[in-house]
C-alpha cells in the first residue's frame, strides 16, 4: 500500500505563486508516475502535470510556462511548482502515483488552491 500527503495549498493573489509537495511512503516501487490532478466545484478531475521516475514531464496546455513539475526520488516526493497564477486555477489539487509494475494507481486527500483576483 501506498500513502500520499500533499501539503502547500492555500488563497493566494492572482499573479502569485504556490508550491505543492506530494510525500509517498509505503511499498513504493521504483518505477512510477507520480502527477498532480486538479478539480473545481461543479468539474471533472483533470490532469495538470506528470512525471515520471526517469524525470519525463508532461503538462496540460492550460499551465505550461507557468507550472513545473519535479521530484526528489530520494525522498520519495513530487513537486508542484506553481507561477503567474490566475483565478481559473482554483481547484482541489490532488497528488497520484502510477505504479508501472502492476498499473495500481493512488491519491491523496487533496489540498485547496484559491486564486483571487
Known amino acids: 500500500q501506498v500513502q500520499l500527503v500533499e501539503s502547500g495549498g492555500g488563497l493566494v493573489q492572482a499573479g502569485g505563486s504556490l508550491r505543492l509537495s506530494c510525500a509517498a511512503s509505503?511499498?513504493?516501487?521504483?518505477?512510477?508516475?507520480m502527477g498532480w490532478y486538479r478539480q473545481a466545484p461543479g468539474k471533472e478531475r483533470d490532469l495538470v502535470a506528470a512525471?515520471?521516475?526517469?524525470?519525463?514531464?508532461n503538462y496540460a496546455d492550460s499551465v505550461k510556462g507557468r507550472f513545473t513539475i519535479s521530484r526528489d526520488n530520494a525522498k520519495n516526493t513530487a513537486y508542484l511548482q506553481m507561477n503567474s497564477l490566475i483565478p481559473e486555477d482554483t481547484a482541489v489539487y490532488y497528488c497520484?502515483?502510477?505504479?508501472?509494475?502492476?498499473?495500481?494507481?493512488?491519491w491523496g486527500q487533496g489540498t485547496q488552491v484559491t486564486v483571487s483576483s
Open positions: 497520484n502515483l502510477v505504479s508501472r509494475a502492476d498499473g495500481r494507481s493512488y
Open positions: 512525471i515520471t521516475s526517469a524525470g519525463l514531464r
Open positions: 509505503g511499498s513504493i516501487l521504483w518505477l512510477n508516475t
